[in-house]
């Protein structure tokens, strides 16, 4: 799924390791208002403290922590919490991830391989992470390096083509696109 997170708030429940890639997955999505919730906290969270668009609660997570939350991320060690934040978040409308628990979420998160404005995501319906894992990495293989260049090149040239409407320019756009 992508989403344009700018200005939607966030929410994420857990203070680990995997609660810190997902909210920096979603700062790197564009993700302007992020509140992290959890008694304790990664090291990895105070550099992305220093992004200024993210809230701290050193404490347990209280449901009113969901009011006006449009995204939430829960990734706890309790299962009893992730239950808890998954069938409320739901109830509130937000879109609800619940790490490793497919049947607690109404959205999953795909691995993702970026290289500048080339976005590839990959899913395996929850079936198996390890897999999507190897697949992004594979995708990171061919894809990577100076594919940015052709992803950019291709921006300018449509932006021309839609401008001018020339058939020529329209042309070039497409002999570049099968050249890829």
Do not use: W
Not at 6 to 14: A, F, Q, R, T
Not at 26 to 45: C, D, I, N, Q, R
Not at 76 to 86: H, Q, R, Y
Not at 136 to 146: C, M, S
């Amino acid at each position: 799924m992508f989403l344009d997170l700018k200005g939607k708030p966030c929410l994420v429940v857990g203070g680990g390791e995997v609660a810190f890639r997902k909210t920096e997955t979603l700062l790197m999505s564009g993700a302007t208002e992020v509140k992290v919730v959890a008694p304790l906290f990664h090291p990895g969270f105070s550099r992305l403290g220093k992004k200024g668009s993210i809230k701290f609660f050193r404490r347990k997570f209280r449901l009113s922590d969901l009011k006006g939350a449009a995204i939430v991320v829960c990734s706890t060690d309790s299962e009893e919490i992730n239950a808890l934040v998954g069938a409320a978040a739901e109830k509130t409308g937000a879109l609800v991830n619940v790490v490793d628990r497919p049947s607690l979420c109404n959205f999953i998160v795909p691995a993702v391989f970026r290289n500048g404005a080339l976005t590839i995501a990959v899913s395996t319906g929850g079936a198996s992470p390890a897999l999507a894992k190897k697949i992004r990495q594979q995708l990171g293989r061919t894809y990577g390096g100076a594919f940015s260049k052709k992803v950019e090149a291709l921006r300018k040239l449509r932006v021309k083509m839609l401008a001018t409407k020339s058939k020529a320019d329209k042309a070039a756009y497409f002999r570049f696109v099968k050249e890829i």
